[in-house]
């Protein structure tokens, strides 16, 4: 099973802009569709973005479409999402993780520890 440590959160006023990398350990990175995901205060963990093994089918959160892009490089083994536009609503733990499959976005496995995304207005 793939282990996952995300990182490029912080604090940024609202319209600016952030990348999260999500870096993966194992051999297997590449067989897994992976998926971003956030917590905010008080609310359940939401979908944000998902992109395929291959990268060829990507998904968005109607939230986040049109602000976010999420990529992936196999041989890094590392997912990304560029953040554009942030609103102070976007603020939460965001984490990433393995979906279980290209078509089913759903997570599964362990959580990382998530990095913080503070947008202020």
């Known amino acids: 099973q793939v282990q996952l440590v995300e990182s490029g959160g912080g604090l940024v006023q609202a319209g600016g802009s952030l990348r999260l990398s999500c870096a993966a350990s194992?051999?297997?990175?590449?067989?897994?569709?992976m998926g971003w995901f956030r917590q905010a205060p008080g609310k359940e963990r939401e979908f944000v973005a998902a992109?395929?093994?291959?990268?060829?089918?990507?998904y968005y959160a109607d939230s986040v479409k049109g602000r976010f892009t999420i990529s992936r490089d196999n041989a890094k083994k590392t997912v990304y999402l560029q953040m554009n536009s942030l609103k102070p609503e976007d603020t939460a733990v965001y984490y990433c993780?393995?979906?279980?499959?290209?078509?089913?976005?759903?997570?599964?496995?362990?959580w990382g520890q998530g990095t913080q995304v503070t947008v202020s207005s």
């Open positions: 993780a393995a979906v279980n499959s290209d078509y089913d976005l759903r997570p599964f496995g362990s």
């Open positions: 194992g051999r297997t990175f590449s067989m897994y569709a």
């Open positions: 992109i395929s093994r291959s990268g060829g089918s990507i």
